[in-house]
């Protein structure tokens, strides 16, 4: 079982920058799959980076050139640092570990980008 706590999120003005952090417990993160997912209101839950346990990342195109995603596995912790941050990248944002067997989902934290 692993679980996930989130932090770093806030409200930021645009422009401004965050760093979101994702700690694990329970079990090394360094065989899984990390990702961060955002929630708008209304809206669906959809992936905005992901690192492969090699260290391959990859994020949708709204993020791009703004969003980097890395992971410390000897502090089995993820982050997610963001720049550029616009008011449409107003969500929670939730950590998500998987592999094939498991996947789990972190309790969500609020990021607003507003002036």
């Known amino acids: 079982q692993v679980q996930l706590v989130e932090s770093g999120g806030g409200l930021v003005q645009p422009g401004g920058s965050l760093r979101l952090s994702c700690a694990a417990s329970?079990?090394?993160?360094?065989?899984?799959?990390m990702g961060w997912y955002r929630q708008a209101p209304g809206k669906q839950r959809e992936l905005v980076a992901v690192?492969?346990?090699?260290?391959?990342?990859n994020c949708v195109d709204s993020v791009k050139g703004r969003v980097t995603i890395s992971r410390d596995n000897a502090k089995n912790t993820v982050y997610l640092q963001m720049n550029g941050l616009k008011p449409e990248d107003t969500a929670v944002y939730y950590c998500n570990a998987h592999t094939v067997y498991n996947q789990y989902w972190g309790q969500g934290t609020q990021v607003t980008v507003s002036s």
């Open positions: 690192i492969s346990s090699g260290g391959s990342v």
């Open positions: 329970g079990s090394a993160l360094r065989s899984y799959v």
